[in-house]
């Protein structure tokens, strides 16, 4: 069974550092694409950062500088480093990867990434699998 397991969430001031971990079982991290969403509540999901198969990484606008994405092969983990947080990084942050071309899939895409319309947040509908995520809350 594929699943994504987060961890590392919490509460922190303003300007503190988080390090949220997503273990994988039932394939391999670096075999993929994996990333992290976030979403706050009222707010559509927000893909804030990206590694691919081949070690590349992207960001979103909002997190670029302050946050990092590794991952170790010998823990199968993939790693987020949240600095310099914000108030307006609080939201609950869900790992997430694509294991279609695998022939696998786990858990889908959180329910409250989809709009009223049926739409999907930008770039959810490409992620097959999704952890239950964990919270970040930034206080000022």
């Known amino acids: 069974e594929v699943q994504l397991m987060e961890s590392g969430g919490g509460s922190v001031q303003a300007g503190g550092s988080l390090r949220l971990s997503c273990t994988g079982s039932?394939?391999?991290?670096?075999?993929?694409?994996m990333g992290w969403f976030r979403q706050a509540p009222g707010n559509k999901c927000e893909l804030v950062a990206f590694i691919g198969a081949g070690g590349d990484t992207e960001f979103s606008t909002s997190v670029k500088g302050r946050f990092t994405i590794s991952r170790d092969t010998s823990k199968n983990t993939v790693y987020l480093v949240l600095n310099n947080l914000e108030p307006e990084d609080t939201a609950r942050y869900y790992c997430v990867a694509d294991v279609t071309f695998l022939g696998l899939s786990g858990r889908g895409p959180v329910a409250s990434c989809r709009s009223a319309d049926g739409t999907w947040s930008p770039k959810a509908g490409l992620y097959n699998t999704w952890g239950q995520g964990t919270q970040v809350s930034v206080s000022s």
């Open positions: 039932g394939f391999s991290v670096d075999r993929t694409d």
